[in-house]
């Protein structure tokens, strides 16, 4: 478990690296929900760096569980990019706990 923890930190702080050579000052994310009846906590933390004209690159890592077994639960990586004010296109490369690959998730975003 505390493998995965540090590889999951060692792989955010290499992203973030490379990220902030190409890109502005990062916007820096991060959100805490509970959810009631499981009674479990998750966790998130990440950057959103501007790499290009309407491109932008999110690295994220989550932890989840009850309060006595909270753990490193997954990473993630989206890419983002705005077709005009109120469209976005992206897609997510998700890994499990042991970072090993486990989705792609592609969507639209809207806003009005």
């Known amino acids: 478990m505390m493998k995965s923890v540090m590889i999951a930190a060692a792989a955010m702080v290499a992203m973030t690296a490379s990220f902030a050579a190409a890109a502005e000052r990062p916007t820096i994310l991060g959100y805490s929900e509970y959810a009631v009846e499981a009674e479990t906590f998750e966790l998130g933390a990440g950057a959103e760096f501007i790499v290009g004209n309407g491109l932008i690159l999110t ?3 989550v ?3 009850p309060s006595e077994d909270f753990q490193f639960d997954r990473a993630e990586l989206k890419a983002s990019y705005g077709l005009n004010e109120n469209v976005d296109l992206y897609g997510k490369i998700k890994t499990d706990e042991d970072l090993n690959y ?3 998730v592609l969507g639209v975003a809207l806003q009005f």
């Open 63 to 65: 932890g989840f569980g």
């Open 59 to 61: 690295p994220m890592i």
């Open 102 to 104: 486990d989705e792609t």
